[in-house]
């Protein structure tokens, strides 16, 4: 369905982004991107910021059958969160997703441990902290690295993606100072229908973009 399409790549999708986030004013900015699709977002943001460039982890749980379909989310060591109101529909519990929960959080702590290669975790303490993501389907996986960075105690922590859904932006100022999406959609389905290219992010890419 091209006319869906708003963003050529995730470049394109970073580069409209970092007009609207460049308008502010941020005190020691730090820019997050969370694994793995939002580092190619948070790369473009970091350069025209002038900022520090790091990466965030949290992985979706899916829902038994149907892995893309996020009923909860985990870091490496925060705790899991789930969304009560999907559970309750599809009939699950916190304790039957046990099992995925756990295979998740060993996922996110390998690419956790691959991407800082052995430095430690960026303080966060007192910054402003801007978590970038390619796209906001339901939040449940940014409410998690939300709270995982709120956790370091920054000075603001804003959430920011080129698209986003927007009952799933509107909830999620809940968590942060302040979410931006270049684009709210109404018919929102998916994060990929809005790209032209959506392909797959590799660890790879995630490290060669660091390491830039």
């Not at 609207?20 to 997050?32: I, K, M, N, Q, S």
């Not at 959080?105 to 991407?115: G, K, Q, S, V």
Request: with cysteine; aromatic share 6%; charged share 30%.
């Amino acid at each position: 369905m091209p006319a869906l399409r708003v963003f050529a790549d995730r470049e394109d999708g970073g580069r409209r982004l970092a007009a609207e986030l460049g308008r502010r004013t941020w005190a020691d900015p730090l820019v997050l991107g969370l694994a793995r699709g939002g580092v190619p977002v948070a790369a473009v943001v970091a350069r025209r910021l002038g900022a520090e460039l790091d990466v965030a982890v949290a992985r979706k749980i899916g829902a038994p059958g149907r892995r893309e379909f996020g009923v909860g989310a985990v870091t490496p060591d925060g705790p899991a969160i789930y969304d009560e109101a999907i559970l309750r529909g599809l009939k699950l519990t916190a304790e039957r997703m046990a099992r995925a929960e756990r295979h998740e959080r060993a996922e996110a702590r390998r690419r956790f441990e691959r991407y800082r290669d052995g430095r430690p975790p960026v303080d966060v303490a007192g910054r402003d902290v801007i978590l970038v993501d390619d796209g906001l389907a339901t939040g449940v996986t940014a409410t998690a690295a939300l709270r995982d960075v709120r956790a370091g105690n920054p000075r603001t922590v804003v959430f920011a993606a080129p698209v986003g859904a927007p009952g799933a932006a509107a909830a999620l100022r809940h968590e942060a100072d302040d979410v931006v999406c270049v684009a709210e959609p109404p018919g929102f389905r998916a994060v990929g229908q809005w790209y032209a290219d959506f392909r797959q992010t590799s660890d790879d890419d995630v490290l060669d973009l660091l390491a830039r």
